[in-house]
């Protein structure tokens, strides 16, 4: 299998290359700068905009003929839809022959593998498959996960242009074969005379695994950090209770239960971008650790679970902590995540390994369960990278009021201010490394006019309808793609970055809430009867709640927790509270099967066949498919009173096309009661389903089915393992909305609710 990166969870480190091994290329031209291509706003409105493209190096992974395994570096091109891979830099070699080249299918998807440590160092991977269809698959990597973001995001807006070309030109001509990464070769001729105007990603090839780089696409996205917010509200109250070196140590003083013991953070701002400070954190380099880390930095690996969990092996020496009389070593997990919005969590608890048993001479002991948080801060005016950190740690409140009450205990010597103070740790080793926290932006490149990109092909075996993640999966290499004699070490320069707005929370937006008229107003023909629904008509397999907390239930609550996109969101970034939800939920499902199960509305004993509903003039079924074993599956029911209209964003969202659906299917998560490490996991930040994992769609009669298939990300697949670890002592809301984009359909509403109140697997009904 082959491997591309793009968007990553992990350190800052340059990009690489990803090419491919062979396979068929056929006469495509690349569009130029001025074609038509589909921006993140125009997703469903068939809008066209100019096709700046992207390009950069990546690493190819792959295993050849011989089954060795291969990481070659490589140039990627994408242009409007089209892919190009090239063993050098094309701008720089204008007869440099390109390796693979085809198109970008709007049935592609990008999932984030994680950190993959090879002989090359810490990579970055993505696997992209047809959804349609995942034996055709593959993976690419990089050094940096900031980079990895870009890349996924350069593949989104081809994917974008792909179904914008589908929508108005229908299927698309014999010509356009897609790429494949991973197949034979045909002898091509083959010569580029420019690139057009492409948005560079990286460092290259001589830069790579070696400093970090922040990329900045050619426009602004729309991923803005406020510090600590979310889009749902927490319970926590912290107070500021001392302040150590620069850096604030706080106490919750509403200590929620769902813990053992009292919550402490300590937050600092250290100047670096997220990623950078991700690699540092999680570096086993223990030259880099002892300039930061006074507790954890000898630190070796004892095994990687998957790309986004290990088990780690430290030791300490007591002269620091001077109360120990012994050495003492220890053993914890990390798992770590990386949200949509670029944020980081990294998950620290105490664990054992039969690879790492009690050491003579070393007593061992126990690190406190912790959270790192790393969100991006975007000063106006600055183009300095910042990072809000958050250290987050549970202890016993015995110790910490003793200490408060100064009973004889020094908590400045005790493992978890050792813990809290990695903050400041991070803060002065960065300050005292300018080199390390430089971001190179993106880098546009202009050929003249006359220099439009023609890559001419005569093939030989040609093979239709290759699509590029093919190429990626198969394992054969022809000719001189294993070698990398040629590798291309042009240096790329520097220029100025996009700067990006922060986050403005405004008070003033909590009365701006939209009201469930004047949604109904745009969204449903208000002209018509509404119909009444009777919750007694509608029975789910998982009990309404007959009163707040009642276990295993579910209830509807209101719209007022979560913060939704304002009027003026596109201008000045304002959220509001939401308002009552559009849709009524009328039951909630809870199946197991032996293995995914799709298409729930159309099983003879669904809700959705019943006479009752039929009557309903229209349904949003939402399947949401946990994997475990055996897989679970969620479904909630939600109604709607009259009929939608047609030509609102919830009728265009009903019957649009599934990239469409895709780039707005949103959900806004809370626990609201729960242990506090799987509140941080989770965390409350909205999440463009389409975008995280595959969305499935059924359209037929009178709803729209949506299955969600969290096992289809390993980065949701290790979250919700973790959630199901507690799911029994957690009460958990989820907020159901289509992303707002353009200004005729702010300001955002909630479609719908639903409130989980402490679920018990156990009793899943079979289907």
């Known amino acids: 299998m082959s491997a591309m990166a793009t968007t990553a969870t992990a350190t800052a480190k340059p990009p690489a290359a990803g090419a491919g091994a062979g396979g068929e290329v056929s006469e495509v031209e690349l569009s130029e700068a001025g074609s038509p291509d589909v921006g993140s706003q125009s997703s469903g409105s068939g809008s066209g905009r100019s096709a700046a493209g992207s390009s950069g190096w990546v690493y190819h992974l792959g295993v050849n003929s011989i089954g060795h395994e291969y990481h070659h570096l490589r140039f990627l091109v994408i242009s409007g839809k089209t892919v190009a891979m090239y063993k050098r830099d094309p701008s720089k070699h204008p007869g440099i022959q390109p390796i693979r080249k085809g198109i970008v299918s709007h049935t592609l998807m990008v999932e984030e593998l994680g950190r993959r440590i090879t002989s090359h160092g810490d990579l970055y991977v993505l696997r992209l498959y047809n959804r349609l269809d995942q ?54 001729r083959r010569y580029a005379q420019g690139l057009g105007k492409l948005v560079r990603i990286g460092k290259g090839p001589e830069k790579l695994l070696r400093q970090s780089s922040d990329l900045q696409s050619h426009e602004i996205i729309n991923t803005h950090f406020g510090g600590d917010s979310g889009d749902a509200f927490e319970a926590h109250e912290w107070r500021c209770v001392r302040t150590f070196n620069g850096v604030r140590i706080f106490e919750d003083i509403a200590n929620p239960k769902g813990g053992k013991g009292l919550l402490l953070k300590s937050v600092g701002v250290v100047g670096a971008n997220p990623d950078t400070v991700f690699e540092v954190v999680l570096s086993f380099d223990k030259h880099k650790r002892y300039e930061w880390d006074m507790l954890t930095a ?117 493992i978890a201010f050792a813990l809290l103070s990695q903050v400041a740790g991070l803060r002065e080793y960065f300050a005292a490394n300018p080199a390390l926290t430089s971001d190179l932006p993106s880098i546009v490149v202009k050929p003249k006019a006359s220099d439009s990109l023609i890559i001419q092909s005569e093939l ?40 990006f707005k922060n986050v403005s929370w405004a008070i003033a937006g909590l009365a701006m809430k939209p009201t469930k008229a004047s ?38 609550p209101g719209g007022e927790k979560f913060m939704i996109r304002g009027k003026t969101y596109l201008t000045d970034y304002t959220k509001v509270v939401g308002g009552d939800p559009l849709l009524k939920l009328i039951a909630v499902d809870w199946f197991k099967a032996d293995e995914r199960f799709d298409s729930v509305a159309l099983h003879p004993k669904s809700l959705v066949q019943s006479e009752a509903a039929k009557k309903i003039p229209f349904l949003l079924v939402i399947n949401l498919q946990v994997p475990a074993k055996p897989s679970y599956n969620l479904v909630m029911y939600y109604a709607a009173q009259r009929p939608v209209n047609k030509d609102s964003l919830l009728g265009r969202f009903i019957d649009g096309t599934d990239a469409f659906r895709d780039a707005r299917f949103k959900l806004i998560p809370s626990i609201v009661d729960g242990y506090w490490m799987v509140k941080r996991a989770v965390g409350t930040k909205a999440c463009l389903l389409g975008k995280a994992v595959t969305c499935n769609y059924l359209r037929q009669d009178n709803f729209l089915e949506i299955d969600v298939d969290i096992g289809s990300s390993s980065v949701a697949r290790s979250i919700i393992g973790l959630v199901l670890k507690y799911v029994t002592g957690l009460i958990v809301d989820l907020a159901i909305l289509i992303e707002a984009k353009e200004e005729r359909e702010l300001p955002e509403y909630i479609l719908g609710t639903v409130r989980l109140n402490h679920p018990n697997p156990d009793s899943a009904v079979p289907i």
């Open 135 to 188: 034996t055709k698959k593959g993976e690419i990597a990089c050094g940096d996960p900031g980079e990895a973001r870009k890349w996924i995001e350069a593949f989104e807006q081809a994917k974008q242009q792909a179904d914008h070309d589908l929508m108005t030109r229908g299927n698309r001509s014999q010509n356009e074969n897609e790429l494949n990464l991973d197949g034979h070769r045909p002898r091509v």
């Open 298 to 414: 000898d630190l070796e690996l004892v095994e990687t679970i998957d790309g986004y969990y290990d088990v780690v092996y430290g030791t300490y020496e007591p002269r620091y902590l001077n109360w120990w009389k012994t050495k003492k070593d220890f053993v914890f997990s990390r798992q770590w995540f990386r949200g949509q919005d670029g944020a980081y969590i990294i998950l620290q608890t105490p664990a054992s390994h039969k690879k790492k048993p009690p050491r003579h001479g070393y007593e061992r002991t126990k690190v406190n369960s912790s959270t790192l948080e790393l969100r991006r801060l975007n000063t106006p005016g600055s183009s300095t990278p910042k990072c809000l950190v958050t250290h987050m740690l549970e202890m016993t409140p015995s110790f910490w009021d003793r200490w408060k009450r100064k009973h004889n205990v020094n908590f400045d010597r005790s």
């Open 460 to 499: 030989e075996d040609c093979e239709l309808n290759d699509e590029f993640y093919d190429a990626l999966a198969r394992g054969e290499s022809f000719e001189d793609e294993d070698s990398d004699d040629d590798d291309d070490d042009d240096m790329i320069p520097k220029v100025g970055k996009v700067k």
């Open 519 to 556: 949604v109904e107003k745009s969204e449903l023909v208000t002209n018509s009867t509404p119909i009444t629904i009777d919750p007694n008509h509608f029975h789910g397999t998982l009990q309404r709640a007959k009163r707040e907390g009642d276990p295993n239930s579910w209830s509807e």
